[in-house]
C-alpha cells in the first residue's frame, strides 16, 4: 500500500508540473467543406477569403487550388484522384499559392507537373518553389533577341532563324513531323557538341525542357528514349502530363515548364522549353471551364482562351544583364486539321507569337522532310538572329526556292523552256534537295553555311538530282576530315571573309575530283 501511495503522490506531482508549464497555443486555420465534386473539380463551402490559385488540402493527402472565386462557393481543381472525394469533406486552406519545385537535380529526369518522378530514379528534393503563375517580365528588364539559337536544321536555321528568347510556333497537321523538329533542336544543343563546335549561338549550354501535354505515354517514352540514345537528356527536363492523367495536370503543365525555366533564366542561363502541344492545352483547360460552369464562347471554349495562352508565352523572353542575362526560348506547337490555320486556338497563337513554322502534309507525303512550307513559315526576327555568314549564303534562298515553285509549276504547260528558266528550275531543285534533312541528324551551323554555300554558288549544278544527297554527306565528312581548320575559322569568324571563301573554293574542287571519280 505504501508504494501504491508513493506512486500515486509521483504522478499527481508529475501532472501538476505539467499543467504549471502548459503554455496554450491557438492557432487559426480556415477551413471549409466539400457542396460538390464533378470530374476533378469541386465546390467548396467555407473559404470565402481563398486567394486565385491558392493551394487547398483535401482529405487521404489529395490537394487541389481555388481557380473560380464565387459569392456563396469557390470551385476548386482537383490534382490527383478526385474520385476518394465526398460531399462534406473538410477542405484546408494552406495559405500558400501554386507553386512547382525547382533544382537542377530535375536534370535528365522525366517528372510529372508536380514536379514528382515518375521515371522510376528515385525522388529529387527540391528546396525552393518557384510560382506557377507569374507575371511576365516587363519591357525595361528585356532585351531585343540577337543570339541564334541553332536548331542544327538547315531549313530554319538558314530561311526561318530562330533567337534566344524569342517565340516560335510549329503548326502543321498530325504526323507532320512536328515533334521530330522540336527533338533535333533539343539534340544539337548537348554540350557535347556545343564544346566541339563552339556552337554559333554562344559559349553556354542550353538547357532544355520538353512538356508533353496530352500526348500517349508510349510516344512520351520514345521521345525520353531518342534524347537519351543521342546523350541529350542530361541537359533535359520532360515533365509528362499525358492522355491518361487527368485535365488538372494537362492544365498546369506548361505553367510548371515555365516555373522551371525561370529558375534556370534567373541564374544567367538560356532555356529552350517546348509545348507539345498548346491544342490540347487549350482542350483541357475547355474541359476545366465548361465543369466550372464558366461561360463559353467559340468552339465553346472559355472568352479567356486567349488571354490562357498570351499570358504563358509572354513569359519567354531574353532577360538583360541587369537583370542575369538569361533567356528562355518557347517553341509552341499547335496541331490543325486539314491544314487549316485559320481556325480559333491557330490564330490566337498565331498572334501571340514571333512567327511560326508551317509544316504542310502534302509537302511530307511528297517526301520533302522537314516538310517546311517557306512561303507560309515566317520568323519575325529574322536576320538578326543570324550569323553574318548564314545571313550571307542564305540571302536569296527563300527567294530562289519561291520562283523555283512559281516555274517549276508554269513548265508543266509548257515543253518549250528557255535556257535561263531551265537552269534556274534545275538549280532550285537542287536547292529545295539539298534542304531536306533525315530526323536526329542536325548539323553545325559551319557545315550548314559550307553545303549551302556550295549550292548558291552553283557548284551543285552539275550534280543529278539524285545525288544530291550523296554529294553533300561525302563532302561535309571530307571538309571534316581534311578542312577541318575552314570549318573552325567559319565558328570562329562567324562571317564568310574572301580568305575563308577562297579554302571553301579550293575545298569543293578538290571534293568533286574526287567525287566525280567514283
Known amino acids: 500500500m505504501i508504494m501504491n501511495d508513493d506512486l500515486t503522490r509521483d504522478i499527481a506531482r508529475d501532472l501538476a508540473k505539467r499543467i504549471e508549464d502548459f503554455k496554450p497555443r491557438a492557432s487559426a486555420r480556415r477551413v471549409g467543406y466539400i457542396l460538390s465534386v464533378n470530374d476533378g473539380v469541386v465546390r467548396v463551402k467555407g473559404l470565402p477569403q481563398a486567394a ?17 472565386l464565387e459569392e456563396d462557393a469557390i470551385g476548386a481543381i482537383v490534382l490527383g484522384n ?18 512547382m519545385p525547382v533544382s537542377e537535380d530535375f536534370l535528365g529526369r522525366v517528372i510529372n507537373p508536380l514536379g514528382i518522378p515518375v521515371d522510376g530514379k528515385g525522388d529529387v528534393k527540391a528546396k525552393q518553389y518557384y510560382p506557377m503563375e507569374k ?31 524569342q517565340r516560335e510556333l510549329i503548326i502543321g497537321d498530325r504526323n507532320t513531323g512536328k515533334t521530330s523538329i522540336v527533338i533535333d533542336t533539343i539534340i544539337n544543343q548537348k554540350p557535347a557538341r556545343n ?30 528514349a531518342e534524347l537519351s540514345h543521342h546523350k541529350a537528356l542530361n541537359h533535359t527536363i520532360i515533365i509528362a502530363a499525358s492522355a491518361s492523367d487527368p485535365a488538372s495536370y ?89 491544314n487549316d490555320i485559320s481556325a480559333y486556338i491557330p490564330t490566337n497563337v498565331i498572334s501571340i507569337t514571333d512567327g511560326q513554322l508551317f509544316l504542310e502534309s502534302d509537302l511530307f507525303n511528297a517526301g520533302q522532310r522537314p516538310a517546311i512550307n517557306v512561303g507560309v513559315s515566317v520568323s519575325r526576327v529574322g536576320g538578326a538572329a543570324q550569323i553574318k555568314a548564314m545571313k550571307k549564303v542564305s540571302g536569296s534562298l527563300k527567294l530562289d526556292l519561291a520562283q523555283y515553285r512559281e516555274l517549276a509549276a508554269f513548265a508543266q504547260f509548257s515543253t518549250d523552256v528557255d535556257e535561263t528558266t531551265k537552269k534556274q528550275i534545275d538549280r532550285g531543285a537542287r536547292m529545295l534537295q539539298l534542304l531536306k534533312q533525315g530526323r536526329y ?30 554529294f553533300e554527306k561525302e563532302f561535309l565528312e571530307f571538309l571534316d576530315r581534311s578542312h577541318k581548320k575552314t570549318l573552325a575559322a567559319i565558328t570562329k569568324e562567324k562571317i564568310l571573309t574572301p580568305d575563308i571563301e577562297a579554302q571553301l573554293t579550293r575545298a569543293v574542287g578538290e571534293f568533286k575530283k574526287m567525287f566525280k571519280a567514283e
Not at 83 to 91: C, K, M
Open 52 to 68: 486565385y490559385l491558392e493551394l487547398l488540402e483535401f482529405p487521404h493527402g489529395v490537394f487541389g487550388f481555388a481557380m473560380n
Open 250 to 338: 494537362q492544365y498546369v503543365a506548361p505553367y510548371a515548364g515555365c516555373a522551371l525555366g525561370e529558375y534556370f533564366m534567373d541564374k544567367g542561363k538560356d532555356v529552350l522549353i517546348v509545348f507539345d502541344d498548346l491544342s490540347k492545352h487549350a482542350w483541357a483547360y475547355r474541359q476545366l471551364s465548361l465543369v466550372l460552369r464558366r461561360p463559353s464562347g467559340r468552339e465553346a471554349y472559355p472568352g479567356d482562351v486567349f488571354y490562357l495562352h498570351s499570358r504563358l508565352l509572354e513569359r519567354a523572353c531574353r532577360l538583360d544583364e541587369k537583370h542575369g542575362g538569361g533567356s528562355m526560348t518557347a517553341l509552341p506547337i499547335i496541331e490543325t486539321q486539314a
Open 441 to 470: 541528324t542536325p548539323l553545325p551551323v559551319a557545315s550548314q553555311v559550307a553545303i549551302i554555300w556550295a549550292g548558291s554558288n552553283g557548284h551543285l549544278d552539275d550534280v543529278a538530282v539524285n545525288r544530291v544527297d550523296a
Open 135 to 165: 507575371i511576365a517580365p516587363g519591357v525595361t528588364s528585356r532585351q531585343p533577341v540577337t543570339t541564334p539559337l541553332q536548331t542544327g536544321i538547315k531549313a530554319i536555321d538558314a530561311m526561318i532563324p530562330i533567337g534566344r528568347g
Open 82 to 99: 478526385y474520385l476518394v472525394l465526398s460531399e462534406g469533406d473538410e477542405v484546408r486552406s494552406t495559405g500558400k499559392l501554386l507553386s
Open 195 to 224: 564544346a566541339s563546335h563552339s556552337d554559333a549561338g554562344g559559349d553556354e549550354d542550353v538547357i532544355c525542357i520538353y512538356v508533353a501535354i496530352g500526348q500517349k505515354t508510349s510516344r512520351i517514352a520514345h521521345v525520353a
